[in-house]
């Protein structure tokens, strides 16, 4: 699936990842492939996300999340330094 994450300053990342797990405002939940679609949102903490290669980590401070159709895009606030 595909994984895009945004703030309103930059793209943090877009890629092909083979799963997720996100900061959801009510608790953490993990998006695979085929997943139903969803929107939440997304309380401060981290996006963890695997490629085919390694485990990728980004920390969020907020946010909203859409899945639909194998496509995921994060809405963030902004990226903890």
């Known amino acids: 699936m595909n994984?895009?994450?945004?703030?309103?300053?930059?793209?943090?990342f877009e890629g092909e990842v083979?799963?997720?797990?996100?900061?959801?405002?009510d608790g953490s939940f993990q998006v695979l492939n085929n997943h139903a679609p969803l929107i939440s949102l997304l309380k401060d903490g981290a996006i963890e996300f695997r490629t085919k290669e390694k485990t990728e980590k980004v920390v969020i401070t907020g946010?909203?999340?859409?899945v639909l159709q194998n496509r995921v895009i994060v809405l963030a606030d902004g990226i903890a330094q």
């Open 3 to 12: 994984l895009e994450i945004l703030t309103p300053e930059k793209k943090v």
């Open 18 to 25: 083979n799963s997720a797990i996100f900061p959801g405002a």
């Open 63 to 66: 946010g909203v999340v859409e």
